[in-house]
């Protein structure tokens, strides 16, 4: 394993949106790099916080009561039990910063589940 990883060839390397790929771990927690595109399914993650860091293009982070927009370099962290629905009219590329194990569909699971992936 490489000491140093480079986000945007990390980011380079992932071929379709709503698939977090882990770019490193810290303690229990994952850092996954991942591109959004289009509205992603209502979830909430029961046990754990879930931080967003856009490093390129417009967020929407829809909660029942508002929506919380996010820009290049902006962060937001859902709190755990929060129910929300991601959506990017465009191509975002992220950092998420997760417990491990932490289960991209959080209790609504279905098809858009996807199993945390290795960069190359």
């Known amino acids: 394993m490489t ?16 698939q977090p790929h882990r770019l490193a771990s810290i303690n229990d927690y994952d850092l996954k790099v991942v591109k959004l595109e289009g509205e992603f399914v209502w979830h909430s993650h029961p046990e754990t916080d879930e931080l967003f860091l856009v490093l390129s293009g417009e967020l929407t982070i829809q909660l029942r009561d508002r929506d919380v927009v996010l820009g290049p370099n902006d962060v937001f962290v859902v709190p755990r039990g929060v129910e929300h629905c991601p959506r990017a009219d465009g191509e975002v590329r992220a950092l998420l910063i997760e417990p491990q194990g932490t289960v991209n569909t959080g209790d609504a699971g279905g098809e858009r589940t996807s199993p945390l992936r290795e960069l190359p």
């Open 3 to 18: 000491d140093i990883r480079n986000l945007d060839e990390a980011l380079a390397g992932i071929a379709q949106p709503w």
